[in-house]
């Protein structure tokens, strides 16, 4: 009974192409977000939603699209894909909009050839 | 800003030996902190988390963390590791409605 699930777990695609990431979370907190890792473990935050929301937008190019239909959902859309877009993009809920006490998914590998 | 800084980018040690992972922390006022463990091919996971209180606090897995305002430090620690201890961990912050985490570090078990 996953608590934050992404699909799919890895994504390989060539570029140019647009691919969407779905997160859903089962917990019913209130605000969701999508980090980024690199392939040095950098993490950083991309988007937050509260009560769909949005509420973080960091500099992020305008290809990624996060779309919030309710606040269980969170998913993320990247036109155009990049070279540069391949990472590891990780989905987290929390009960509430300050950042604390994340809850994360597993992770979808995103590959661009 | 608030930020925490993770000095060590690789650990190795020992199972069954101590462990102490440091962090340093950036912050005007009396910080939340947290440490999250991430396991190869996993998302992250809470350890243990600071808010006030008591300096030593307790976490899931055998860990535990000190508060040192002193020294700006919220360092992590296990008296004894285990192989499946080796993962790679992160200390964070809360900055602005979201959680800033530090560069982490890998931690490498050998039996």
């Known amino acids: 009974d996953t608590a934050v699930s992404q699909t799919p777990k890895y994504l390989v695609t060539q570029m140019g192409n647009d691919k969407s990431i779905k997160c859903e979370q089962n917990?019913?907190?209130?605000?969701m977000y999508w980090y980024k890792q690199d392939s040095k473990k950098f993490l950083k935050i991309m988007f937050s939603?509260?009560?769909?929301?949005?509420?973080i937008n960091e500099t992020v190019p305008n290809r990624f699209s996060p779309k919030s239909p309710d606040k269980a959902h969170l998913n993320l859309h990247i036109n155009s894909l990049e070279l540069g877009d391949s990472a590891v993009y990780f989905c987290?809920?929390?009960?509430?909009?300050?950042?604390?006490?994340?809850?994360f998914g597993s992770g979808t590998q995103l590959s661009v050839l | 800003a608030q930020s925490v800084t993770q000095p060590d980018i690789h650990i190795t040690v020992s199972e069954g030996a101590s462990l102490e992972l440091r962090c340093n922390y950036s912050y005007g006022a009396t910080p939340y902190l947290f440490w999250y463990v991430q396991s190869p091919g996993q998302g992250l996971q809470l350890l243990l988390k600071y808010f006030s209180g008591d300096t030593l606090v307790q976490g899931i897995k055998g860990f535990e963390a000190e508060f040192k305002r002193s020294q700006s430090s919220f360092n992590l620690r296990k008296p004894s590791v285990h192989w499946s201890d080796a993962a790679e961990y992160f200390c964070?912050?809360?900055?602005?409605?979201?959680?800033?985490f530090g560069t982490g570090t890998r931690l490498q078990v050998f039996p």
């Open positions: 917990l019913g907190h209130d605000t």
């Open positions: 964070a912050v809360p900055s602005t409605d979201k959680l800033i």
């Open positions: 987290a809920s929390s009960p509430g909009p300050t950042g604390e006490k994340l809850f």
């Open positions: 939603y509260n009560n769909k929301e949005l509420i």
